[in-house]
C-alpha cells in the first residue's frame, strides 16, 4: 500500500516541538483565557517568549504586541489562541512571516461533521501544504515537551519533573486522555514529552511517533491511538523507531466493529478491522496492548528493562497464594518459569525456612520480616541465574517495609543489570512504596498480576522482533502461479467455483483433496469405486458459496446406491435453494481423516492491503474464535509465529492419540497462501481454505472460496 506523504522529518518539526521563541495569539482580555493561560504555563520555560492581543496595552516591555507584524523578531512556533473564525487569518500572517510552528486550539472544525466545517479545516492543510508551516490542530489541547519544561497548552497539565534515564515520549490524538495518562507522573512516572495530535490538519500522530523516535531524551514511545486516513505512516513511524531499537508500546481506542461489511466468509468475521490493526502494528514492531490501563504501565516497563538476556522468570514472593498466582497468570501467558541453578538453589536453601518453596515461584514466607536480609541476598542469586532475565516480585501489603524492599530490590537489579517487575496486590493503590516503584530506575510497578505476564510476553515477543532475520525469503511458489488465479479470474464469476479456487492452490504448492467433477450418478458411482473408501459428494456453482445452507454436500458416503441417491439429493436441494444457479455438476471427493481443522485464509483490507487470517475450524470456530492475523506476503517463520500464538497451539502436538502435526509444512502452507493473496492483491477480495484438514500430521485443504473483486481488471 501506497503512503499519501512522506513522514516530517525532525528538522522540520524542531520548532514546533521545542522552539526557542514563541508566540502566543490572544484576541481575549479575560485573565483566564485559553491565550493568558498559555503565557503562565510558559513562565520559566527560557524560551523567549510574547503575547499578541489588540485587546490589551502594547508594552514591549511586558513582551506585549498588538499584532504578529510587530514582533521584534519571528517566534519559531506560533500558538493560536483565537477564536475559530479568525484562526486562518492569523495562520497565513504567521506563515507569510516565515513562522515555521503553529499551534492551533479551536474547536469546530471536521470533528463537528458539517461539510462548511470540513473546508475551513482543508484551507489549514492547504496553508501548512503551500507554506511549510507545520500547523499541530486544530482542535488541539497542546504539548508537554523538554521533559516539562516547554508547557505550549492552556490545561491544567501535571509536572513532569526532572527529565530522568528512563522516559517515556507519550503521543496522544486524544488531548483529555493524554494528559490523564501523563498524570502518572504525579506518582513517580517519567516523562521526556506528552504531545497530543487534534485534528491532525498537518502534523499527526505518525509525525510525532517518528519525532520521539530520533529524540535522545526518549528511551520508549507510548501511542494513544484512535485511527487516521492513512495508518501506513504510522506503520512507517513505528519502523523508524524499530530501526532505532526503540519500542513503541501502542494502545488503540475506537475498536468497534459497527458498521463492517458483511462478510461472505468466516475469514472475513475472523479479520475485522481491529484483528488487522493488530496485525499491522505486529508488522511494524509495536508493542501493541489491549487496555488503556496498560499502556503507561507497559511503556515504563520497556523503559527501564532494555533487551531481555534471557526469556526466563524468576519470582520470588513473601506469600504463598501470590507465589500461586505468578504460576497460573504465567500459564495463561506462556511465560516460561524455569527452575533454579544447583548454585541458586543453595542460597535459596539458606534463606528460606523448610515450610517455603524453594522452587520457582519461590515462597520466601512472612519470615521475612525476621530475616529482612534474606531477600537481598535470594534476589541476587536468582538474578546471577543465567536462565533468568527479569525478577517478578509481588507485593501484597502496603506498608512501610514495602519501601526499603523495593530499594533493595533496585539495587540487586541494577547490579544485575535485568528488571524486576513488582505487582502491587494491595488494594492501598497509593500505598508505601508505590511512588519509590513508579521512580525506581529498575523496578517496574504493575497493579495487576495478568498486565505484568502479558508484558513480559510481550517483551519477549519483541526482543524476538529484533533478532528476526532481516533478509526477504525467496518466492516459495513458481513464478507464474499467479496466471492460474488470472485465468480462473478472467471466466467472470465473482466468486470461483470450488474446483477452480482448488486449481488456484495446487499451482501455488498448497496440498489439495482428490476429486472428480461428475455430471450424472453413474459417473459420481463410477468415480467413487475408483477412490475406493467412503467419499464425499458436493454441488459444484458458483453460484451457491455455501453449499452446506444449500442442502449441497453429503459426507461419508459408502457403496453405489448412497452415492448415486447423494446425488439426486443434492441437486434437488441446490436447485431448491437457488432456482436460477447454473449448476457445473457435482464434486466427488475421498474423505480425508480429520485429526484437526483449521480455517486459513485472508481479505483485502481497504487500509493495509492484503491480510491473512488462521484461525482453528470445527466446532472451535463460533465457541472459541481463536484466529491470528497478519499482513500478507508473509515468511514462514512468520507464519509458525502466528501458530505460535493460537491459543489451541497444544492442539498441534497431537490431541486423543491423533499425529502431531508436521508445524514445518503447515507454515510453508500458510506462508504459500500469503503468497497467492499478495500476488492476487488486485483481484482476490477474499479467499477461505476451511476446512484446511491436519490429516495425520499433515495439512490437506478440503474446500475453498475465493471471492473476486468485481471491479478489477483480472488480467495480468
Not at 505550549?152 to 522516559?167: I, K
Amino acid at each position: 500500500m501506497s503512503i499519501s506523504r512522506s513522514l516530517y522529518p525532525s528538522r522540520e518539526l524542531q520548532p514546533l516541538f521545542a522552539p526557542a521563541s514563541i508566540a502566543v495569539v490572544d484576541f481575549s482580555s479575560k485573565a483566564r483565557s485559553f491565550g493568558a493561560r498559555t503565557v503562565q504555563n510558559l513562565a520559566g520555560s527560557g524560551a523567549r517568549l510574547w503575547t499578541v492581543n489588540p485587546k490589551l496595552q502594547a508594552d514591549a516591555g511586558q513582551g506585549i504586541y498588538r499584532s504578529v507584524q510587530e514582533l521584534p523578531e519571528v517566534p519559531e512556533c506560533v500558538v493560536i489562541a483565537v477564536p475559530r473564525d479568525a484562526v486562518y487569518g492569523v495562520a497565513g500572517d504567521c506563515a507569510r512571516l516565515g513562522v515555521k510552528g503553529a499551534i492551533v486550539y479551536a474547536s469546530g472544525y471536521s470533528e463537528t461533521g458539517a461539510a462548511g466545517h470540513r473546508v475551513m479545516q482543508e484551507r489549514l492543510s492547504g496553508l501548512a501544504r503551500d507554506t511549510g508551516m507545520r500547523i499541530l490542530g486544530p482542535n488541539c489541547i497542546g504539548i508537554l515537551s523538554e521533559g516539562g519544561r516547554l508547557r505550549l497548552t492552556f490545561a491544567e497539565a501535571p509536572d513532569l519533573g526532572q527529565p530522568r534515564g528512563a522516559s517515556i515520549g507519550l503521543v496522544s490524538q486524544s488531548g483529555g486522555l493524554g494528559l490523564a495518562l501523563a498524570q502518572a507522573a504525579e506518582h513517580g512516572v517519567a516523562f521526556s514529552h506528552v504531545l497530543t495530535a487534534g485534528n491532525s490538519c498537518d502534523v499527526d500522530v505518525a509525525d510525532q511517533v517518528a519525532y520521539l523516535a530520533e529524540h535522545p531524551d526518549c528511551r520508549v514511545i507510548a501511542c494513544l491511538f484512535e485511527g487516521m486516513a492513512d495508518p501506513q505512516r504510522l506503520l512507517a513511524a513505528g519502523r523508524l523507531a524499530l530501526s532505532q531499537g526503540k519500542p513503541v508500546v501502542v494502545h488503540k481506542i475506537a475498536t468497534g466493529e459497527e458498521g463492517t461489511r458483511a462478510a461472505m466468509s468466516h475469514t472475513g468475521s475472523l479479520a475485522g478491522s481491529a484483528a488487522v490493526y493488530r496485525a499491522a502494528f505486529e508488522d511494524a514492531g509495536f508493542v501493541a496492548v489491549e487496555a488503556f490501563e496498560a499502556l503507561v504501565e507497559t511503556a515504563a516497563f520497556f523503559a527501564k528493562a532494555g533487551r531481555p538476556a534471557a526469556h526466563g522468570v524468576a519470582a520470588l514472593s513473601t506469600s504463598g497464594g501470590a507465589a500461586i498466582m505468578v504460576a497460573d497468570a504465567a500459564e495463561r501467558h506462556r511465560v516460561a518459569l524455569p527452575q533454579p541453578s544447583e548454585t541458586a538453589a543453595q542460597v535459596l536453601r539458606s534463606h528460606i525456612p523448610e515450610f517455603g518453596t524453594v522452587r520457582n515461584p519461590c515462597d520466601m514466607t512472612a519470615q521475612i520480616l525476621s530475616n529482612p536480609g534474606a531477600l537481598q541476598a535470594c534476589a541476587r542469586a536468582l538474578l546471577d541465574d543465567a536462565s533468568y532475565g527479569a525478577l517478578v516480585f509481588p507485593n501484597a501489603y502496603a506498608y512501610a517495609p514495602a519501601i526499603d524492599r523495593l530499594a533493595t530490590l533496585d539495587l540487586v537489579a541494577g547490579q544485575a543489570g535485568k528488571p524486576v517487575c513488582c505487582v502491587w496486590l494491595s488494594q492501598s493503590l497509593g500505598g508505601p512504596g508505590t511512588v519509590q516503584a513508579e521512580a525506581s530506575a529498575h523496578v517496574a510497578l504493575f497493579r495487576s498480576m495478568d498486565r505484568c505476564m502479558a508484558t513480559l510476553r510481550a517483551w519477549h515477543r519483541y526482543d524476538q522482533r529484533l533478532r528476526r532475520d532481516g533478509t526477504v525469503a525467496g518466492r516459495l511458489a513458481p513464478p507464474d502461479a499467479i496466471r492460474a488465479l488470472a485465468s480462473a479470474a478472467n471466466d467472470g464469476a465473482a466468486t470461483l467455483t470450488e474446483h477452480s479456487a482448488k486449481r488456484v492452490l495446487a499451482a501455488y504448492g498448497i496440498p489439495v483433496v482428490d476429486e472428480c467433477l461428475v455430471r450424472s450418478a453413474q459417473e459420481a458411482v463410477r468415480a467413487a469405486r475408483g477412490f475406493g473408501g467412503r467419499v464425499a459428494l458436493k454441488v459444484l456453482s458458483a453460484d451457491i458459496p455455501h453449499k452446506t445452507e444449500a442442502g449441497g454436500v453429503r459426507l461419508d458416503l459408502h457403496g453405489d446406491v448412497e452415492v448415486a441417491c447423494a446425488y439426486e439429493e443434492i441437486l434437488v436441494s441446490a436447485m431448491r435453494y437457488a432456482p436460477d444457479a447454473h449448476i457445473d455438476g457435482v464434486l466427488v471427493q475421498p474423505m480425508v481423516r480429520r485429526d484437526l481443522e483449521l480455517i486459513v485464509g485472508g481479505r483485502r483490507d481497504p487500509q493495509f492491503g492484503p491480510t491473512i487470517v488462521v484461525g482453528l475450524g470445527g466446532i472451535f470456530v463460533e465457541l472459541l474464535r481463536d484466529s491470528v492475523v497478519a499482513l500478507a506476503p508473509l515468511s514462514p517463520a512468520a507464519a509458525r509465529e502466528m501458530l505460535d500464538q493460537l491459543r489451541g497451539r497444544a492442539l498441534f502436538d497431537g490431541f486423543r492419540g491423533a499425529v502431531p502435526t508436521d508445524i514445518a509444512q503447515l507454515a510453508q502452507v500458510i506462508a504459500r497462501v500469503g503468497e497467492m493473496l499478495a500476488d492476487g492483491a488486485d483481484m482476490i477480495e477474499e479467499l477461505d481454505i476451511n476446512p484446511l484438514v491436519i490429516s495425520d500430521g499433515r495439512p490437506i485443504a478440503v474446500d475453498a472460496l475465493i471471492a473476486l473483486e468485481t471491479t478489477s481488471p483480472r488480467r495480468l
